[in-house]
């Protein structure tokens, strides 16, 4: 193939790249909607683009599918949704609309671009660390307030301790097999008995990612980070990462390291239990609606490492739905929440008392947003829950949907309390949400998107096994 | 869109049209118009039912492909009286509601009538996934109506109520997956035949069973019905008793039974031994009560107890005295629908006035109340199971089947008409008899016409199944006799 050719497969990338650039150096007020035009003209490059077949590009450092272009338009969907929640809250009108912001999220895009297409580990671990990158000072920002700054300081921490836990697991599967491209090393590992490197290679692995992505007992960080960055940063850490992360674990073990399956299930399926125990569990403690949501977060995790326990394509295709479905879940909480914020302070979980009395059509959306978080029908939460059980079942795994189901339940009791706060209870003091029309027409767009996927689901099952077919096809 | 498809979607999207319709007195109108309606269609189900041609009003199209699931509807004889008992119930509880909610009325008649969409729409599922998407969902307005417009310790009872039917269904979900990947379809009829071990059978038939004790409820997992009932608004109550445990028993008989014939023959004597503990030692706990809603809660519990055993001695029994006791323990589940949300509105007309369920507040009503008074016994006495009413036909049904497995078995069955005669006379005999001691019940308002419209409603039919209950043995008989048959189609080799 010629370098012509792979730069155009290249190019929605690119676009982000030189998008970012101009947005950094435009002024002030053209940031936001030079931002919006770059998304878009990355979506419209991917469109555009699209391959037939998965093709390999760049030496086979990179895959560009048509499969997991979906996804990066979600992913692009979902950063637009968030950054324009974000444009409500009061505090931004200083650093989180800045130039440096917007900057700072498309590169996160670039990022995740990056990581769904990566066939090989060091195009993996680059997408992951420009990402990561882009969070950490996205988290840092509002540099007068000092539990940001902490939450900052943490995350960049443990994040480079998960790197390295990741970087070194790497390394020892290079030094086994002596490729760091997944294809290769997925072929060799077939023919390869498993030895002590390799397991060593796995375990790192699994617990930078573990770590990464927030499953007990590697969760710690996660809760004094949602809680502790800006509204705006926390929203969108909440929302598209999410599914970037996915993907890393899918490219990382549904496809490189699936020979070794025997082995890393036992470790996935007591991070998926432990994790679902403990977010559930602790999640009812919390009073700050941050704090919440974050374990919330945590024990939706747990729910798609329990999908990848599975080890089969359906496990693999239940794990991206569920993901895309909690996706749009955080972002229209966060969403949500960003414009109980525009005006007043509202973190805790109180405040969402009354809110039926005085905007009824508000706590609706808020109904269906917990509702489809704890998974009861008539929202995409059921089919995602009802998804991993199937493949979890399928797999012979029982035991293990029992306790995940019953962990549901004690996760039913938070939603349920934000919906008896809401209806059952007089408000303490009166709501006082934005009145940006735009604004509350997307996050009820949101959460009827949900309603939506629940009464058409085919297409993003269809979406999601198709997505996780290429991972699994890619061998 | 089928006929049933109608009745499930009118009330949930006149529901919904309530909210933007805003204006109270129109929101009433319109909710008791959607509801009639719906009610109108499902006498329209039964003119044009055959009993003998099994499952009928059949609506079936593909609706995920990827899980098998179909968007499919149907009736038969055992669910079509429980359709029209819904849509009956459905009037009668916006009736009931017509001036109980204080605030928030549009959103309170939007939560019935898509309750009772959903409610239907759970006995016509003929599909498992959409039965449990219906049989879940209806939580949601539940838990609100007992949320929003209950009494002082509702958000107590709303989430308990949420929280342990949620915990029933979601292993009985994991059971209706472990179904759909061994038969590749979520068809309820397809289950039938499923061939299961026995070892499947009894996990599978204790899970569905939790998911269903929960509902119905069995003891011992019957404590949230208390406290949703005492704590749900009258209209609330009234749904709840008549019809959402009623969905316990028909999940029993649509999935249990059939599916796992095997366990349910080896664990019978389990499900026997707690309804029978439902019957006598709720009974007494019936008895104890000074709170009048408490006492028709566990009333149900109870009575409910009762349809259980009745389903479950089939094992014990010729098929001829099988026939007698399932075809007992389904009418009296309707009995049951009628008499309970009867005394419900009952004592919803007595709070309405003194704004207390203690007995002890009451007495005497007779005095100002005649037509109340007269109306309030013959209920209680329909709920002990009086001749020519319709508590009588499915109890000595079930007592005379009850009779062949065992005469021990039958007298403590049979408790269940004595203690209901002792707690439902107790009751009436200190609310309604005796000198009017309290000032306020001197000062009562007997009926009115829309109270007396109600009682009234209800009065006719547990008069007439009392009387001449063939028509509606008629229209079971037929599925009751397939449901034999597949309770009794062992699939394991287990048969005794």
Not at chain 2, 105 to 123: H, R, Y
Not at chain 2, 340 to 355: P, Q
Not at chain 2, 376 to 381: C, G, N, P, T
Request: hydrophobic share 60%; charged share 10%.
């Amino acid at each position: 193939m010629s370098v012509a050719q792979e730069m155009i497969l290249m190019l929605p990338e690119i676009v982000l790249v030189v998008g970012a650039c101009f947005i950094l150096l435009c002024p002030r007020p053209l940031a936001w909607p030079l931002t919006m035009l770059t998304l878009a003209a990355a979506v419209g490059a991917m469109l555009a683009t699209a391959p037939d077949a998965p093709i390999l590009l760049m030496s086979g450092m990179f895959e560009r599918s048509a499969e997991v272009d979906v996804l990066r338009i979600l992913i692009c969907v979902l950063t637009v949704l968030v950054l324009r929640y974000a444009r409500g809250y009061p505090v931004s009108s200083d650093r989180l609309q800045s130039n440096e912001f917007y900057t700072l999220a498309t590169f996160g895009c670039v990022g995740m671009f990056l990581i769904s297409g990566a066939e090989h580990l060091v195009a993996l671990y680059m997408g992951l660390e420009i990402l990561a990158l882009s969070l950490y000072p996205m988290i840092a920002m509002v540099r007068d307030d000092g539990r940001a700054g902490e939450a900052a300081l943490k995350y960049f921490v443990l994040g480079a301790l998960a790197s390295g836990f990741l970087l070194y697991g790497m390394s020892l599967m290079y030094a086994a097999t002596g490729t760091l491209h997944i294809g290769e090393l997925a072929e060799r590992l077939g023919q390869m008995e498993t030895n002590r490197i390799l397991l060593l290679g796995t375990v790192f692995m699994l617990a930078g990612l573990a770590f990464k992505l927030g499953a007990t007992p590697f969760h710690m960080w996660l809760p004094d980070v949602y809680d502790g960055s800006s509204l705006p940063a926390a929203t969108y850490l909440s929302a598209a990462p999410k599914i970037a992360g996915l993907l890393l674990l899918l490219r990382l073990f549904g496809d490189g390291l699936m020979a070794l399956a025997a082995d890393w299930t036992t470790l996935m399926m007591a991070l998926a239990v432990l994790s679902l125990l403990l977010g559930n569990l602790v999640a009812i403690a919390q009073t700050r609606i941050r704090r919440m949501l974050a374990y919330s977060a945590i024990a939706h995790t747990g729910f798609v490492f329990l999908a990848l326990c599975a080890g089969s394509p359906k496990g693999m295709g239940s794990a991206v739905f569920y993901t895309l479905v909690y996706a749009l879940m955080a972002a229209g909480s966060f969403g949500m929440l960003l414009l109980l914020n525009a005006r007043t302070t509202a973190e805790d979980i109180k405040d969402f008392k009354g809110l039926n009395h005085s905007h009824p059509w508000l706590a609706i959306m808020v109904l269906i947003l917990m509702f489809s978080m704890a998974g009861v029908p008539l929202t995409a939460g059921f089919y995602a829950k009802l998804y991993v059980l199937q493949a979890v079942v399928e797999a012979g795994l029982w035991p293990l949907a029992v306790a995940a189901v019953l962990l549901t339940v004690v996760g039913a009791y938070y939603y349920l309390r934000i919906v008896w706060y809401m209806y059952f209870e007089e408000a303490e003091r009166p709501a006082e949400p934005g009145e940006d029309l735009t604004h509350v027409f997307l996050v009820s767009a949101n959460a009827l998107v949900l309603v939506v996927i629940f009464a058409v689901p085919q297409p993003w099952l269809e979406m999601s096994q198709r997505a996780a077919g290429v991972f699994v096809g890619g061998q | 869109m089928s006929l049933l498809g109608l009745m499930i979607w009118t009330p949930i999207a006149a529901g919904f049209a309530t909210l933007v319709l805003r204006d109270p007195a129109v929101v009433r109108r319109w909710s008791l118009a959607a509801s009639l309606f719906v009610f109108v269609l499902s006498l329209v189900a039964v003119a044009g039912f055959d009993p003998a041609a099994g499952y009928q009003w059949q609506y079936q199209t593909s609706w995920i492909p990827a899980f098998n699931i179909d968007y499919h509807l149907g009736v038969d004889g055992l669910s079509l009286p429980l359709v029209v008992l819904t849509a009956f119930i459905g009037v009668l509880a916006i009736l009931t509601g017509w001036n109980t909610a204080t605030r928030h009325i549009t959103q309170f008649f939007a939560a019935f009538l898509i309750l009772e969409g959903l409610l239907i729409g759970v006995f016509c599922a003929m599909d498992a996934a959409l039965f449990y998407v219906f049989f879940e969902a209806m939580l949601i307005p539940m838990f609100l109506i007992i949320g929003i417009w209950g009494s002082d310790n509702r958000v107590y009872a709303a989430v308990k109520f949420f929280l342990y039917t949620f915990l029933g269904s979601v292993l009985m979900l994991v059971a209706f997956v472990y179904l759909a990947l061994q038969s590749e379809s979520f068809r309820i009829t397809d289950w039938y035949a499923l061939p299961l071990s026995s070892l499947e059978q009894t996990w599978l038939f204790l899970a569905l069973l939790l998911g269903f004790a929960v509902k119905v409820p069995m003891w011992p997992v019957h404590t949230w019905l208390p406290d949703a009932h005492v704590e749900a608004p009258a209209a609330g109550s009234v749904v709840l008793a008549a019809v959402l445990l009623k969905i316990g028993g028909y999940g029993l008989l649509r999935f249990c039974l059939p599916v796992a014939p095997d366990a349910s023959l080896a664990l019978d004597g389990l499900v026997i031994g707690l309804s029978l503990i439902a019957v006598v030692y709720i009974g007494f706990t019936a008895l104890a009560q000074t709170d009048m809603k408490k006492l028709i809660a566990y009333s149900s519990i109870a009575h409910m107890g009762f349809v259980t055993l009745g389903l479950f001695i089939l094992y014990r029994l010729a098929t001829e005295t099988a026939m007698l006791s399932v075809s007992g323990a389904i009418v009296q589940m309707i009995s049951h629908g009628l008499v309970s949300a009867a005394l419900f509105v009952c004592v919803g007309v007595l709070y309405d006035r003194r704004h207390s369920r203690n007995i002890q507040d009451y007495g005497g009503v007779l005095e100002t109340m005649p037509v109340f008074g007269a109306l309030f016994v013959f209920f209680a006495l329909a709920n002990a199971g009086l001749p020519g009413t319709s508590g009588f036909v499915g109890e000595v049904m079930v007592i005379l089947a009850t009779f062949q497995a065992g005469w021990w078995l039958a007298v403590l069955a049979a408790m269940v008409v004595v203690l209901g005669a002792a707690y439902s006379l107790w009751m009436v005999r200190r609310v309604v008899f005796g000198p009017a001691e309290h000032a306020e019940v001197k000062a009562f308002q007997d009926l009115s016409g829309r109270e007396m419209l109600i009682l009234m409603a209800l009065a006719v039919p547990v008069l007439g199944v009392g009387l001449w209950p063939v028509p509606l043995l008629d229209l079971i008989e037929p599925s009751v006799v397939q449901l034999i048959d597949q309770a009794q189609a062992f699939k394991a080799g287990g048969a005794p």
